[in-house]
């Protein structure tokens, strides 16, 4: 071994660190799945896990590192656009090889491209709508029925979020109406979301002859922030859901496919809220209508009534023998009965004729 060069580890890696640095002197554009975030509030760095998937096996993976003030510019330029970063999302970032002899190799994000973030999230939208047409599942909870007075509510939100206190605020804002609502707490937004809102669906559907519907609703977030509601699993799900399902997940300008295969998208969770208390105005309207009509009906047909019997009156007054006497006319009896015709008296009968006033009683001679 004498004549053998042995090297310390720390010239091992500094070799390592000059030749890769001589090698890969210059950034370049990089596409791959941000598998987590890894984002540090305290010292505002990020060291996001990259994998690349073959049919969803991990084929590569790789760590980076975004340093603070790179990713408050590039947070600031994603929010423009409306977007957040978040973990699960497919990203095309400018990077840099860096290797550390501690920390060893990763790549130094100093750029990602919204716009390409924007893309493959509408590339999943678009694959989602195709498949659950293909498998004729896409309006079958849109064909679900809806009772008129909706009153026992399964509600899938965050216990703490702004979206649930709004909706709460209105429906508890009318008492009267009686409306029972259970909470199932969730993850909204996220990777993380889609399992969470699919097992409490799971949950609600092993008593769902309890429930009148399904609410699922949370506040505004930007596209990326409800990238998971394009999820083929969770959109199935909604879809082919046996009560209906009704989504109010936030602002967004661009429907998300969970917000089309629900029974009905009420956007935001105040406009969910109206949507349930304005069936109970409804109802309330239209029974004060029928209460109304009733009552005009039965004015309608006593008035009538009384016209009638007005009528009646009338003929039975014209009817009336007295009436005819009063007009000077009189009426001849025998034996108790109207005469009729000279024939059928003889010599002897007694005949009383009653005037309007009295009466005369003849003998036949």
Known sequence: ???????????????????????????????????????????????PDLVEKDKDVVISQMRATIWASDFK??????????????????????????????????????????????????KERNASIE????????DLNKETILTNLPKRLAIISVETGKGYQDFI???????????????????????GAINAIINNLEKIKEVKDFFDAVLIIRGGGGDIGMACYNNFELCKTIATFPIPVITGIGHSTNLTVSEMVSYHNGITPTDVADFIIKRFLQATENLEKMESMLKIKSEYRLQKEREQL???????NVLNPQSILDKGYS?????????????????????ITKLAEGEIKSIVE
Request: aromatic fraction near 12%; hydrophobic fraction near 35%.
């Open 331 to 351: 009426i001849t009896y025998l034996n108790g009965k109207v005469l009729k015709s000279e024939k059928d008296i003889k010599k002897g009968d007694c005949l």
């Open 169 to 191: 605020n209105i429906i508890n804002s009318h008492k009267e109406y009686g409306i029972f609502h259970k909470l199932f707490p969730s993850l909204l937004q996220g990777d």
């Open 310 to 316: 007005n009528l009646m009156e009338k003929y039975i």
């Open 131 to 138: 498949k659950l047409k293909e498998e004729k599942v896409f």
């Open 1 to 47: 071994m004498q004549d053998v060069r042995i090297f310390t580890l720390t010239e091992v890696t500094k070799s390592i660190e000059r030749t890769l640095s001589a090698r890969y002197s210059s950034e370049f554009w990089v596409k791959a799945e941000m598998l987590k975030l890894n984002y540090y509030t305290y010292s505002g760095h990020a060291f």
């Open 73 to 122: 510019r590039i947070q600031e330029k994603f929010s423009l656009a409306g977007v957040e970063l978040t973990d699960g999302t497919t990203i095309l970032f400018k990077a840099s090889i860096k290797y550390n002899g501690f920390y060893g190799l990763s790549l130094r994000i100093s750029d990602i491209d919204t716009s390409f973030t924007l893309g493959e999230l509408e």
